[in-house]
């Protein structure tokens, strides 16, 4: 079965510090994967997803930006974390893009 | 205007009340799925649909493509469906949610 891991599942990181946020997904081959971001108070926000091995595509112009080093890898990254950062994160996968998707556990991101 | 708007914002109900949440879109459509989010912030997909009307236990999900709207329904509704109900247009366009507590 198909299982997706995401870690850390919360993080505290000085103002200017660098992010590496890591989703990986098991059991299934080539998928679509996905960063979301859900802001407190707010609904979900697509980040980046991607739809092949070093494919992303970027959704909203931002402090962020993320990799695809292989293909059941999706790397979340910043090379300096602003106030405005923080949130919770989510990776998620799914077969194509109008099917069923599945989430990670999420990732809560605060920036001091 | 959001792509994506839910109504309502906030539900509170009795154990045992019929729930509608209601979901209207402004973007095209191939699929628009319900999900759940609990409070721990994990979320679980409920239903994909893109036509009709779909059951799972005492959760419906209906869509009417022509009018851009979709409602999930719970009936007979448990504390454990408290819960934050997320409307979302493929994976790129998401509602702000519905939080749902159910009162025993």
């Known amino acids: 079965s198909q299982t997706i891991h995401q870690w850390p599942a919360t993080l505290v990181q000085p103002v200017g510090s660098p992010l590496s946020l890591e989703c990986t997904v098991e059991g299934t081959s080539n998928p679509n994967l996905y960063w979301y971001r859900q802001a407190a108070g707010r609904g979900l926000q697509l980040l980046f997803y991607s739809v092949g091995i070093g494919q992303i595509s970027s959704e909203v112009p931002q402090n962020l930006s993320a990799s695809r080093p292989q293909d059941r890898q999706f790397i979340l990254s910043s090379k300096k974390l602003l106030l405005s950062d923080s949130g919770f994160y989510l990776c998620?996968?799914?077969?194509?893009?109008?099917?069923?998707?599945?989430f990670g556990q999420g990732t809560r991101l605060t920036v001091v | 205007k959001n792509e994506v708007e839910q109504s309502p914002q906030n539900l509170t109900a009795q154990e045992g009340e019929f729930i509608t949440i209601n979901c209207s879109y402004s973007?095209?459509?191939?699929?628009l799925h319900w999900l759940q989010q609990h409070p721990g912030g994990g979320i679980v997909s409920l239903f994909m649909l893109s036509s009709g009307k779909k059951k799972h236990g005492r959760l419906i999900a209906t869509i009417n493509i022509q009018e851009k709207h979709s409602s999930l329904h719970i009936t007979a509704s448990h504390p454990r469906d408290s819960a934050v109900y997320i409307c979302?247009?493929?994976?790129?366009?998401f509602g702000t949610g519905t939080s749902l507590t159910v009162i025993p």
């Open positions: 973007v095209g459509i191939s699929a």
């Open positions: 979302a247009v493929s994976q790129f366009y």
């Open positions: 998620a996968w799914s077969e194509a893009v109008n099917t069923e998707a599945f």
